[in-house]
């Protein structure tokens, strides 16, 4: 079986549920968001220390179920987000939290890590945006929306703890 069907070269892609959409929807757009949150995580998981790098790659597996449940509209996906993925995520947000001891607001991109994981935030942060616009037209499960805001938090503490590591954590005041 070739990746290149050709179905798609009228502007139009199959969910995973079966249904054919337009490229540019809100759900392609949403689930294609975090697609490219995925890929922009394998870059900066190249940087990131050994205890980062396995979280993010735990991220980046589960994405694929965000994306699968986006990319389904009338059929509930194999594996669907659940609340305690959510709370799952929450814990780990607290963990970092708890190591770093933020003490105010953060200039971002002290290290090369940092810098990377902080554009993973903003990515995540962007395909918030398209899965709450979407879910303003269709049905998205709170899971699935709970789970992109708090990757994001999830993103930013992280990004700072690789900061805190290398004691390079710049705040706000701390610039002339």
């Known amino acids: 079986m070739s990746i290149s069907t050709m179905t798609g070269d ?15 929807s ?10 490219e949150l ?4 394998a870059e900066a998981k190249h940087h990131t220390c050994e205890e980062v790098s396995r979280y993010i790659l735990s991220v980046q597996r589960f994405l694929f179920k965000v994306g699968g449940q986006l990319a389904s509209k009338d059929v ?4 669907p987000v659940s609340e305690e993925d959510v709370e799952k995520l929450t814990k780990s ?8 001891g933020l003490k105010g607001f953060v200039i971002p991109g ?9 554009i993973c935030r903003t990515i995540a942060r962007r395909a918030e945006r398209r899965i709450i616009a979407l879910s303003r037209l269709e049905k998205v499960p709170d899971p699935v929306r709970k789970y992109i805001n708090r990757l994001s938090d999830f993103l930013y503490i992280i990004a ?7 004691k ?5 005041n701390d610039v002339e």
Do not use: C, M, P
């Not at 009228?10 to 540019?24: I, N």
């Not at 509930?76 to 594996?79: A, G, N, T, W």
């Not at 390079?168 to 706000?172: A, E, F, S």
């Open 110 to 118: 002290s290290t090369i890590a940092s810098a990377k994981l902080d």
């Open 76 to 79: 509930q996906y194999v594996e």
């Open 10 to 24: 009228e502007g139009q892609t199959s969910l995973w549920s079966g249904e054919r959409v337009d490229k540019d």
């Open 160 to 166: 700072r703890y690789e900061e805190f590591k290398e």
């Open 168 to 172: 390079k954590l710049l705040y706000k």
């Open 26 to 35: 809100l759900r392609v757009e949403a689930y294609g968001t975090v697609d």
């Open 93 to 100: 947000v607290h963990y970092f939290e708890e190591i770093v």
């Open 38 to 41: 995925n890929s922009f995580l």
